[in-house]
């Protein structure tokens, strides 16, 4: 699978579990079963940093938000900026940040309000701009 499908398969579970928290296992077991939409190894990466480092990536979004509070955003631009954010902060590093980024906006395009990709293009755009050479050599660093 690409990745960039088990982004979007990721994604779809990520937004599954925001109606029911704590199911996160159930929902990439039951899409395995139905192999539609199904969460890959790597989307299963992507959802496990989420669950771990939720709080983390929650701290490190919501000083970028400007005028808006987190829990106010779209639930798609929320849940696209977490799993952003954990894979960029917290993941294994396999992709440059840019190249998250992008599929993160084309996520949001496809799945989001009009002009919310605009919104998230650049919260994490910020976010990258400002790692630290420590952060840049080891993705599990603190932020």
Do not use: C
């Not at 906006?105 to 002009?115: A, C, I, R, T, Y």
């Amino acid at each position: 699978m690409k990745r960039r499908t088990a982004r979007e398969n990721a994604f779809i579970a990520a937004f599954e579990e925001s109606f029911r928290p704590g199911s996160m296992l159930e929902i990439i077991d039951y899409s395995r079963q139905l192999e539609e939409q199904a969460v890959d190894s790597f989307g299963e990466e992507l959802l496990t940093n989420l669950v771990l480092h939720r709080k983390e990536a929650d701290e490190m979004i919501e000083p970028n938000l400007k005028n808006w509070k987190l829990n106010r955003l779209p639930r798609v631009s929320r849940i696209a900026l977490e799993l952003a954010v954990t894979e960029m902060f917290f993941g294994s590093k396999e992709d440059m940040d840019s190249v998250i980024i992008n599929e993160t906006v084309e996520l949001v395009k496809k799945f989001g309000g009009e002009e919310d990709y605009q919104f998230v293009n650049g919260v994490l755009g910020t976010l990258s701009r400002s790692r630290t050479p420590e952060q840049e050599q080891n993705p599990e660093a603190e932020s």
